[in-house]
């Protein structure tokens, strides 16, 4: 059975048209309600103005004079990022139209909070339909940032924040971080990793992002990453392609690469020039995946019949953010070059 979740996302608010996902004033409209955009209590008038006015209607005009009247400087900010957004949006008919023209230009003219809403509602629409948790949990990775466990050769993410949150309060909200000033004792907090007892409760506890997802090679969620790395091609591309992990890279013809993140990027490139990469930048390479087209007319023709890998690598301090928008960016397509 179809399985809903992530309602943060405001996937649902969405219009699903044929060719994706087009924004609703209900969607805009949640953006305002989040601690950047609500005036705090010593808001002046005109941020309170602004904020009720485009409450009521969030594509309302914003003149340049109405901005600069804004009295407190982080919230006109925070106002300009916003604006900056909906007139991105309203440039195409999709959230996917738009995401893609994102990183196909010079610059990325988002914050990222922004770009990871975008992210977070493609890759929902990507897996409408499914009922698998490892899927789901798989597809926290293109929006959320993780932190990386490598002991005893299992590789385990969990959400960064999730985390941070526990260290900080021990699970207890403001109760614990006064609990935590007075140097009490807090329990040990323990994330699940998900596996096939504790999986049915994936889309119950989906919004506290407190399950941990095992990415080693072989297992569940290598595999559903590959394929939701998979399904986020077909969205945004338009291609068919295939995704499965791999152990290494053992191909006499291996031209093409593209790092998932930052380190994966680097550590592929020194492979692929056949530099010595020391044991530590190794281990810290996550995963590696192989992505072949079924139409080989997609690619330009060097990579005709050629597979393209895929690497995922934590930064040295064991977090990992994942950038799918290198797929969209740096895939040998046809089209693209």
């Not at 992530?6 to 044929?18: K, N, V, Y």
């Not at 995946?289 to 890998?309: K, Q, S, T």
């Amino acid at each position: 059975m179809a399985q809903d979740f992530w309602a943060s996302s405001g996937f649902r608010l969405l219009e699903h048209r044929d060719g994706g996902l087009a924004p609703t004033d209900g969607w805009l409209a949640r953006f305002l309600e989040r601690d950047e955009l609500l005036p705090p209590e010593e808001a002046g008038p005109r941020e309170r103005e602004l904020h009720q006015r485009l409450s009521a209607a969030p594509r309302a005009n914003v003149t340049p004079e109405e901005l600069a009247a804004i009295e407190d400087d982080d919230a006109r900010e925070n106002w300009e990022h916003f604006l900056r957004f909906r007139e991105r949006l309203a440039r195409f008919a999709t959230l996917e139209e738009a995401y893609v023209d994102l990183y196909l230009g010079e610059t990325v003219d988002l914050a990222p909070f922004f770009v990871d809403a975008l992210a977070q509602a493609i890759v929902r629409a990507a897996l409408e339909g499914i009922d698998d948790p490892w899927l789901a949990r798989a597809g926290e990775l293109f929006f959320r940032r993780q932190r990386v466990s490598t002991e005893g050769g299992q590789v385990l993410a969990v959400d960064a924040t999730t985390v941070e949150m526990y260290a900080e309060t021990g699970g207890f909200g403001n109760v614990g971080r006064l609990l935590r000033r007075q140097n009490a004792e807090m329990p040990a907090v323990k994330m699940d990793v998900l596996n096939h007892e504790n999986a049915p409760f994936y889309f119950m506890r989906d919004e506290l992002y407190g399950f941990a997802i095992d990415l080693t090679m072989g297992r569940e969620g290598s595999r559903a990453l590959a394929e939701v790395l998979a399904r986020w091609v077909r969205r945004l591309l338009g291609v068919d392609v295939t995704i499965e992990p791999v152990t290494q890279v053992v191909d006499e013809r291996w031209r093409w690469h593209v790092g998932l993140d930052q380190d994966s990027t680097a550590i592929l490139n020194a492979l692929y020039r056949g530099e010595n990469v020391d044991a530590e930048e190794t281990q810290r390479l996550l995963g590696l995946f192989r992505l072949e087209f079924a139409d080989p007319g997609d690619v330009v023709a060097e990579m005709a019949g050629r597979p393209v890998y895929l690497g995922l690598a934590c930064r040295p301090d064991r977090t990992l953010k994942m950038k799918p928008h290198n797929l969209v960016a740096n895939l040998p397509l046809a089209r693209v070059q």
